[in-house]
């Protein structure tokens, strides 16, 4: 019996990166999965998002691990396209047990500043809250919601030394310190029901995400063309621990702790898996 045996996890985000790996983790402990992502490119981000090519492939790894699994092309930014791949699912599976909130977008250096400050927040805050929205209403007893925060959202950013500068990544902290908030309420209201919900905070993640250059130009500002050998050796300074990043396993560890029965009594919890970055920014506290 794998640890998230017969349970149901609606996934967001989950054509690569972290959403790939948080389905195909809980699939290998007997999950079966309701994944969606976009799968088209958002114009105002600097990067490329998946394509329904990496879609299929989430679904083959899946597969490979003899789970079911419903896929669907959908963004998270749009409530009704939210309700209905929960919809699919269950009308496939019957139940659902697990939501990750996972699909995030980065805006650092996002063109033009305005539209790309909406696309973070519509698709990280909006996102997560149309994702978990869609999902309140099938959920009974022992169920779990997880939403992915980041470190970023912990960090003590008070200070703004110029205003305006970057929209897209601002709107990136403002959205995951303000869906923290969200899921910390939730948990709250929640808990007499006995429903869980949590809030993941990696660190940097060895992602499309992180690997492309409107994130290595956030970490060496002093080259116009940043490579990866560039950025690199500057993505330490986000942990204590000597590593430049994690890996999207160690994030979906995580996840398959919080969506199984092991967690049952943990729920209104900010779980870092940061390499110590907390650490760097605040002292001891209760």
């Given at each position: 019996?794998?640890?998230?045996?017969g349970?149901?996890?609606?996934?967001?985000?989950?054509?690569?990166?972290?959403?790939?790996?948080?389905?195909?983790?809980?699939?290998?402990?007997?999950?079966?999965?309701?994944?969606?992502?976009?799968?088209?490119?958002?114009?105002?981000?600097?990067?490329?998002?998946?394509?329904?090519?990496?879609?299929?492939?989430t679904?083959?790894?899946?597969?490979?691990?003899?789970?079911?699994?419903?896929?669907?092309?959908?963004?998270?930014?749009?409530?009704?396209?939210?309700?209905?791949?929960?919809?699919q699912?269950?009308?496939?599976?019957?139940?659902?047990?697990?939501?990750?909130?996972?699909?995030?977008?980065?805006?650092?250096?996002?063109?033009?500043?305005?539209q790309?400050?909406?696309?973070?927040?519509?698709?990280?805050?909006?996102?997560?809250?149309n994702?978990v929205h869609?999902?309140?209403p099938?959920?009974?007893?022992?169920?779990?919601?997880?939403?992915?925060?980041?470190?970023a959202?912990?960090?003590?950013?008070?200070?703004?030394?110029?205003?305006?500068k970057?929209?897209?990544?601002?709107?990136?902290?403002?959205?995951?310190?303000?869906?923290?908030?969200?899921?910390?309420?939730?948990?709250?209201?929640?808990?007499?029901?006995?429903?869980r919900?949590?809030?993941?905070?990696?660190?940097?993640?060895n992602?499309?995400?992180?690997?492309?250059?409107?994130?290595?130009?956030?970490?060496?500002?002093?080259?116009?063309h940043?490579?990866?050998?560039d950025?690199?050796?500057?993505?330490?300074?986000?942990?204590?621990?000597?590593?430049?990043?994690?890996?999207?396993?160690?994030?979906?560890?995580?996840?398959?702790?919080?969506?199984?029965?092991?967690?049952?009594?943990?729920?209104?919890?900010?779980?870092?898996?940061?390499?110590?970055?907390?650490?760097?920014?605040?002292?001891?506290?209760?």
């Amino acid at each position: 019996m794998g640890r998230v045996e017969g349970k149901v996890a609606f996934v967001t985000g989950a054509a690569r990166g972290q959403g790939r790996s948080h389905a195909v983790k809980l699939a290998s402990e007997g999950a079966d999965i309701i994944a969606v992502d976009i799968c088209t490119d958002i114009d105002s981000m600097g990067y490329s998002m998946a394509t329904p090519e990496d879609l299929e492939e989430t679904v083959r790894l899946v597969e490979k691990e003899g789970r079911r699994i419903v896929a669907i092309q959908a963004d998270v930014r749009d409530a009704a396209q939210m309700e209905d791949a929960v919809a699919q699912g269950i009308a496939e599976f019957g139940r659902l047990d697990v939501v990750v909130a996972q699909a995030g977008v980065a805006g650092m250096k996002g063109e033009p500043q305005t539209q790309a400050w909406t696309d973070v927040v519509n698709t990280n805050l909006v996102g997560t809250m149309n994702a978990v929205h869609a999902a309140l209403p099938h959920l009974k007893a022992g169920a779990s919601i997880i939403a992915t925060g980041s470190t970023a959202a912990l960090m003590d950013v008070s200070k703004v030394d110029q205003p305006g500068k970057d929209l897209g990544g601002v709107a990136y902290v403002f959205s995951k310190r303000a869906l923290s908030q969200f899921i910390d309420t939730l948990a709250t209201h929640l808990a007499p029901r006995m429903i869980r919900a949590n809030v993941l905070h990696p660190t940097n993640c060895n992602t499309d995400m992180l690997q492309s250059e409107p994130m290595y130009r956030s970490f060496r500002p002093d080259l116009e063309h940043p490579r990866r050998e560039d950025a690199e050796p500057a993505f330490g300074v986000q942990q204590a621990m000597p590593i430049p990043y994690i890996e999207p396993e160690d994030s979906s560890n995580m996840v398959l702790f919080l969506a199984s029965d092991e967690s049952r009594y943990v729920t209104g919890m900010q779980m870092r898996v940061d390499g110590g970055g907390y650490l760097k920014w605040y002292d001891y506290h209760i």
